[in-house]
């Protein structure tokens, strides 16, 4: 299958600082990235949709002056977490589809906000 | 109704048994439906894609989809203790083409 990269793996940062997660599609590109949340032993909540060249879309209720995110290739898509909080501490999951439809999940990124 | 429902469970089977894991969903329009397997602290895994009605067979899995009763199901042949975890249905918006997600499956495999 498809192979989608995440980094950092595990980010533990100071309140009220920025924290940037990348993900990558290595072997497919991928004009729509996605960016999940998922907090422990809850289900997978979709944040965004990125969307290769243009403004990422976002689900309602997630700020996006706060996760901002920027797709400025086929394989890559960023995400900013700005002037994190304890509330931010999750674990956030990126995926890429491919032109069948499907998406591939990274391998997820935990961060922790002290 | 929510848009993609399965059972929580868990679900337990002895080692080498048959899992049978279903999946209903509401969007007639859906043309495609994924198998995720997920481990405790990790991301979601692909285990299956399946796009037309019938069944279709990878190794130990086969998945089957009927369109007209809007239901797609898994099954894990010779299951394994490895194979313990949640496995999260998904089906394609046919509006947005987003992935809705069912809450998932607990698979407890017993040695």
């Known amino acids: 299958g498809a192979v989608v990269s995440q980094h950092p793996s595990r980010v533990i940062c100071k309140s009220g600082t920025s924290v940037k997660i990348e993900c990558r599609s290595l072997?497919?590109?991928?004009?729509?990235m996605f960016w999940y949340r998922q907090f422990p032993k809850q289900s997978l909540m979709l944040m965004a949709t990125?969307?290769?060249?243009?403004?990422?879309?976002?689900e309602q209720g997630v700020e996006k002056d706060k996760f901002l995110i920027n797709h400025a290739s086929l394989t890559l898509s960023t995400l900013t977490v700005t002037s994190a909080h304890p509330e931010d501490s999750s674990f956030y999951i990126c995926?890429?589809?491919?032109?069948?439809?499907?998406?591939?999940f990274g391998p997820g990124t935990r961060l922790t906000v002290l | 109704q929510k848009e993609v429902e399965q059972n929580s469970g868990p679900l337990s089977v002895p080692e080498g048994a048959i899992a049978s894991l279903n999946c209903t969903y509401s969007?007639?329009?859906?043309?495609?439906f994924f198998w995720y397997r997920q481990y405790s602290g990790k991301s979601p895994e692909l285990i299956m894609s399946?796009?037309?009605?019938g069944d279709k067979e990878d190794g130990r899995f086969t998945a089957q989809l009927n369109k007209a009763s809007q239901y797609v199901s898994l099954l894990i042949r010779d299951s394994q203790p490895s194979d313990s975890a949640t496995y999260l249905c998904?089906?394609?918006?046919?509006?947005?083409?987003?992935?809705?997600f069912g809450q998932g499956t607990t698979l407890q495999v017993k040695p």
């Open positions: 995926s890429a589809r491919d032109d069948r439809d499907t998406q591939y």
């Open positions: 998904a089906v394609s918006s046919s509006n947005t083409g987003k992935l809705i």
């Open positions: 969007d007639r329009g859906s043309q495609s």
């Open positions: 072997d497919f590109q991928a004009t729509t």
């Open positions: 990125s969307n290769e060249g243009s403004k990422a879309t976002y």
């Open positions: 399946i796009y037309s009605n």
